[in-house]
C-alpha cells in the first residue's frame, strides 16, 4: 500500500453536471503535498462514470471504485478505508471546486496543531457569497430555521446555529461540521470506523462530528475557502425530504441521552 500525506474521496452517484470540475479543480490545484484521491461510484445511472474515466483515468493518483449498488453516502465514505495509508483524509462532495491548494494549507495546519482531529474551511457559493452552514450540534429549532430561511438575512436561529456571533475571519471550535468537504486525521477516522452507515444520506456528517468530539477538537479554519454549488436537493425532491426526515429521527433518537 502506498503511503500519502493526504486521501480523499468523492462518493458520486449520477453527478455528470458537476463532477468534472470537482476532479480537475482538486487535481489541478493540489501540488504541495503528496496527494492522492479515490471515486467511489454508487452505481450511477448517467453518465458520471464514462465522463470520470474519460478524463481522469490516467492520472497515477486517482482511484475509480465501482460499486455494484447505491449504498449511500457513509458507507460509500467507509468503503475505502481498508486502503487508506495517509496521515490526514478528506470527505468530499461531488460539487466542490477550490480554486487554491486549500489541502495542503488545511493539512500544515493539522500538522501544527495536533490537538485538532477535524478541520472544516470556509465554504462559499460558486459566486463568492458565504453559505450559512449549521456548526452547532442539531436542534428541532435549528432545522426548522434552516427550512424557511432567508439567505439573504438569516434570522436569530439561523445565525445561533451558524455561529454566526463568532469572529468568521478566524478559527474556532465547532460543534457540527458539514461533510460536504472535511479534513480529518486518518487515524481518527480509521478509530472510530468513519461514518454511521445507518444514515443513508444526511446527518451522518453531524453525527461523525459529535462522536469525534469525544476525543479531539472540530475546528472551524477560514484560510481556506472552498465552493459548493449546494442544490439542497431535499427541498426539491420528495423522496430525498423523506430521507433527510428518517436520518434526522435516527440521529435524535441515538443521541437523546447524550
Known amino acids: 500500500m502506498d503511503t500519502y500525506t493526504v486521501t480523499g474521496c468523492i462518493v458520486t452517484h449520477n453527478n455528470e453536471s458537476t463532477i468534472e470540475k470537482t476532479v480537475g479543480s ?4 493540489t501540488n504541495g503535498t503528496n496527494f492522492k484521491l479515490f471515486i467511489v461510484d454508487n452505481l450511477s445511472e448517467d453518465g458520471t462514470l464514462p465522463l470520470i474515466k474519460e478524463k481522469f483515468g490516467g492520472f497515477d493518483n486517482l482511484e475509480i471504485i465501482e460499486s455494484d449498488s447505491n449504498m449511500g453516502f457513509g458507507a460509500g465514505h467507509n468503503s475505502v478505508m ?6 490526514y483524509h478528506l470527505v468530499i462532495n461531488p460539487d466542490i471546486t477550490i480554486a487554491d491548494d486549500v489541502i495542503t494549507k488545511m493539512a500544515e495546519y493539522l500538522d501544527k496543531n495536533e490537538d485538532i482531529g477535524l478541520l ?11 453559505q450559512v452552514l449549521g456548526k452547532r450540534d442539531p436542534k428541532l429549532r435549528y432545522l426548522i430555521a434552516s427550512r424557511l430561511r432567508n439567505d439573504s438575512k438569516p434570522g436569530v436561529l439561523l445565525r445561533e446555529y451558524a455561529m454566526l456571533d463568532k ?3 478566524r478559527p474556532f471550535d465547532i460543534e457540527n461540521a458539514t461533510g460536504c468537504f472535511m479534513m480529518v486525521r486518518t487515524e481518527i477516522f480509521k478509530k472510530l470506523n468513519g461514518f454511521d452507515d445507518r ?12 462522536t469525534l468530539r469525544n476525543a479531539s477538537r472540530a475546528v472551524y479554519y477560514p484560510d481556506a475557502v472552498v465552493y459548493h454549488v449546494w442544490g439542497r436537493e431535499s427541498k426539491k425532491n420528495i423522496r430525498l425530504m423523506a430521507v433527510q426526515i428518517k436520518s434526522m429521527l435516527y440521529y435524535f433518537w441515538k443521541w437523546k441521552f447524550k
Not at 444514515?199 to 459529535?210: G, H, L, P
Open 120 to 130: 472544516s474551511p470556509r465554504i462559499r457559493f460558486p459566486d463568492g457569497r458565504d
Open 199 to 210: 444514515y443513508f444520506m444526511y446527518f451522518e456528517d453531524s453525527d461523525f462530528t459529535r
Open 26 to 29: 482538486l487535481l489541478s490545484f
Open 167 to 169: 469572529d468568521m475571519s
Open 82 to 87: 481498508p486502503r487508506l495509508d495517509s496521515k
